[in-house]
């Protein structure tokens, strides 16, 4: 092979500039590690950046009474108890601190009446406790990280993607990948590997997810014999927009709800009594998109097949100050005017709960020298995510993350990448453009949203799982024979047929999950076993690769300690 | 539905055409949304930039019939159909492909500016009246639309010599950041070149995100370097005293 690549050597490298990723970089290169961050995409436009609510954290500075054992109990509750414990624990704990730093970084969240962070209600919260600035949360915690990472002196290469992990032996040993804009091959030597890649929603057709969520660090983690966990748990998030066609999946945040929209059917009904009749609006994601999937599908639906999530009994000075993101889109997008009259919404895929089985302190998978941090790693939000705890997610386990890997680089010799390894990377790359009869990435891309839409949505059966993986089994046949057309030079197509390599291993691990769960809780929801089961609720299913084959095994969920157990049993 | 006509720029850093594609229009369909058809349809290495596609992000930014938008944002229902869309590359920053330019001037602009530095033993209280003036500067999305139709950028070329609204906004966040307490008039005098800028609005113009660039920020940017280096008394003091700028 006489492909030629450049060489860049570094301690840790983390890949992904979002929260995790950023929040990660910064820790490392505290610890005196030469850090290098990989992203996709420009700095600074990671999905992060559409985050809207704001930060879930226990500051108590609203609800006074608010403290860290109760975040961990709606964190737990929100989860259906298969969250590991730990996490939640440290999370819970530790999200305060990383509020405050932020502040510090120069973040400028909005104020109470004495001067501090204020914190709004959001679903499943029992107290006031989202940190948050307007609807544009992710963006304002974004740019901080940038600009203090960016300050501290970390090396970027953006626009540059990574299609495979190296190793040394069992350990991790770099990456490589391929620079966007020339299309010529880069090779980072590194003794840690932090995955901070996001999520998968572009798998589905209707998501609130940018081009960018395509599995591809829990993708790759897999090839390099990582385990993903919980790969059943997929967020739908109840409120989308549903129309125009365009916009369809763009989300419409939480906040709405948390500052006093209510949703409502066709026939004016505030439908949620029938669900939840205690928490209404706002009891959890899982509960709100099933409710309005259920209601458009019986008939009672808007004209798009959604549901009316109104906020114009509010003032609508007080609308444009505090979802001016929300009121724009609107106006913008769908010509509606969410001060005078209802949005149309529906349930959009949002966010993976699954992910890469890591360890609670550390971030490290069962593969030395890889952590996972955010949204790729599995464990903190068990069967559910609780709006907010993802932005607080991405700093106390980025940091943590970013922390073990600079120590685990501190400690390991040299590591050397196989030769042989980046070879076949390389051949791999190349293949697309050498072939004339092939499919395209982008109708394959569509057959797979298809699928994944139709046969692993919101409400699963056996029947639906076994086709939806029959068709990702043929759809992995045509992957096979992808053909792209055009250069190497920034070619999204070349691109897409890489992604859809990695969407169709976390597809398969999706379905694989969700077939052998027999059971409905939190956001997996099985038509065929609708209640939980006794069983179900000690286990984790987890995914490993065998070979070619993808294996499916259970692990059992860490015993909560008995003092952890009384605070989540009280009250 | 009819079709519309789209003729997109199609070339690198050599040079390029505008080369003309056929899209089925969708009720409320935005320009972004053209262009992923013609990916998808018939051209499937045209090269793009975009990730939220909510306006969020400000990634997509094009010249579409010839004026700076967020292509993301940007209604086929409200322009002209019965002639062809033109989407062009922005222009101030070199074309690497397609739609797709070379924006690292940019982040190089960026480095060169003193982060948030609170003053010594501050108490983290501010005043909500305070952060809502910060807050619309924080609100920048990077699309760089104000760093597009800037002329000192886009027909003068001083990339050199001047720092360009985006980052006088940037710089106004932190200047005007309630506890902030370093002073960066030098820098915005010297380096950035504040002074190119002849208040002609266009940047405040094309924002998607309504930021007041011109009379939020670089004017009160502009009174500040003039106060510390036009002002005999302050400069004599400056003199005396030297403060820090970095």
Not at chain 1, 322 to 337: C, G, I, N, T
Request: aromatic letters at 8%.
């Amino acid at each position: 092979m006489t492909e030629k690549y450049q060489t860049h050597e570094h301690d840790v490298l983390i890949i992904g500039a979002g929260g995790a990723g950023l929040r990660a970089a910064i820790e490392a290169l505290a610890q005196g590690a030469r850090v290098a961050v990989v992203c996709k995409s420009l700095l600074g436009k990671a999905h992060t950046v559409m985050a809207e609510g704001g930060i879930a954290a226990a500051m108590a500075n609203v609800d006074r009474t608010d403290n860290w054992r109760a975040h961990f109990r709606d964190t737990m509750r929100g989860g259906k108890f298969l969250n590991n414990w730990r996490m939640a624990q440290i999370h819970a704990q530790e999200a305060p601190e990383r509020v405050r730093e932020l502040e510090q970084w120069g973040a400028l969240f909005d104020r109470t009446a004495d001067g501090n962070i204020l914190q709004r209600a959001f679903g499943g919260h029992t107290f006031k406790r989202l940190c948050h600035v307007g609807d544009r949360t992710g963006l304002e915690m974004i740019r901080t990280l940038q600009d203090r990472g960016v300050n501290l002196g970390i090396d970027v290469y953006m626009e540059c993607a990574i299609t495979r992990l190296l190793k040394d032996g069992d350990r991790i040993a770099g990456a490589f990948g391929y620079w966007r804009e020339n299309g010529r091959f880069i090779v980072f030597k590194a003794k840690s590997v932090v995955i901070a890649t996001g999520g998968i929603g572009k798998a589905w057709r209707i998501t609130s997810n940018s081009w960018e969520y395509t599995g591809d660090g829990m993708a790759l983690a897999y090839d390099a014999g990582a385990e993903l966990m919980d790969m059943e748990f997929v967020q739908f998030h109840p409120t989308g927009m549903v129309w125009p066609p365009g916009v369809q999946g763009i989300l419409v945040t939480e906040a709405v709800r948390g500052e006093g929209g209510v949703l409502r059917n066709k026939d004016g009904e505030r439908f949620m009594e029938r669900y939840d009749p205690e928490r209404m609006d706002l009891s959890t994601r899982d509960v709100v998109a099933r409710a309005i999937y259920t209601e458009a599908k019986e008939g009672r639906g808007t004209e798009h097949g959604g549901a009316y999530l109104d906020i114009s009994h509010k003032p609508a000075e007080y609308v444009k100050k505090k979802l001016p993101s929300m009121y724009h889109q609107f106006r913008e997008l769908a010509d509606v005017d969410i001060t005078k009259g209802p949005m149309e919404v529906g349930p959009t895929c949002h966010y993976m709960m699954g992910g890469i089985r890591v360890d609670a302190e550390t971030a490290q998978s069962n593969v030395p020298g890889l952590f996972a941090a955010g949204e790729a790693a599995a464990g903190l939000h068990g069967g559910n995510r609780l709006g907010g705890n993802s932005l607080s997610d991405l700093l106390v386990f980025g940091r943590r993350a970013g922390l073990s890997a600079a120590e685990h680089a501190g400690q390991v010799s040299p590591t050397a990448a196989d030769e042989a390894e980046v070879d076949e990377a390389t051949r791999e790359m190349l293949a697309p453009f050498e072939r004339s009869d092939g499919d395209s990435p982008y109708d394959l891309h569509r057959d797979l949203q298809e699928t994944m839409q139709n046969y692993v949505g919101i409400f699963r059966s056996e029947e639906d799982l076994k086709r939806g993986l029959d068709e990702i089994q043929k759809l992995k046949q045509r992957a096979t024979r992808v053909q792209v057309d055009g250069s190497r030079l920034f070619n999204p197509g070349w691109h897409l047929a890489r992604d859809l390599k990695a969407m169709l291993t976390v597809s398969e691990a999706v379905a694989l999950s969700a077939l052998e769960r027999r059971e409905s809780r939190g956001a997996h929801s099985r038509i065929d076993y609708p209640d939980y089961d006794e069983h179900w609720s000690k286990l984790n299913n987890i995914i490993s690769r065998d070979g070619e084959a993808m294996r499916l095994s259970q692990a059992p969920i860490g015993e909560v300690p008995p003092d952890l157990n009384q605070i989540i049993e009280q009250k | 539905m009819a079709d519309a006509t789209f003729k997109v720029f199609r070339g690198d850093r050599e040079g390029g055409d505008l080369v003309e594609y056929q899209v089925p229009i969708a009720p409320g369909m935005v320009v972004l949304d053209a262009l992923h058809y013609i990916q998808a349809h018939a051209a499937p290495d045209l090269a793009v930039r975009w990730n939220c596609k909510a306006g969020k992000c400000g990634s997509c930014s094009a010249e579409v019939n010839g004026r700076p938008r967020l292509t993301c944002k940007t209604r086929l229902d409200a322009l002209p159909l019965d002639e062809p869309i033109t989407v062009q590359p922005i222009k101030a920053f070199p074309v690497l492909k397609d739609l797709v330019t070379d924006v690292s001037w940019n982040y190089r602009v960026n480095r060169k500016i003193p982060p948030f530095t609170p003053r010594p033993d501050v108490e983290w209280k501010m005043d909500q009246r305070e952060v809502d003036r910060v807050q619309e500067f924080r609100k920048c999305i990077e699309c760089f639309l104000c760093q597009d139709v800037c002329h000192v950028l886009r027909d003068h070329e001083k990339h050199e010599q001047f720092g360009g609204p985006r980052f006088f906004v940037r710089i106004a966040g932190l200047e005007m950041h309630p506890l902030d307490g370093l002073n960066r008039t030098e820098l915005l005098k010297n380096e950035l070149g504040i002074g190119l800028c002849n208040i002609t609005k266009c940047c405040t113009e094309v924002c998607p995100e309504d930021i007041h660039i011109t009379d939020n920020a670089i004017i009160p940017l502009k009174e500040r370097v003039v106060d510390d280096f036009y002002d005999p008394v302050r400069w004599f003091l400056r003199k005396l005293t030297r403060r820090k700028t970095k």
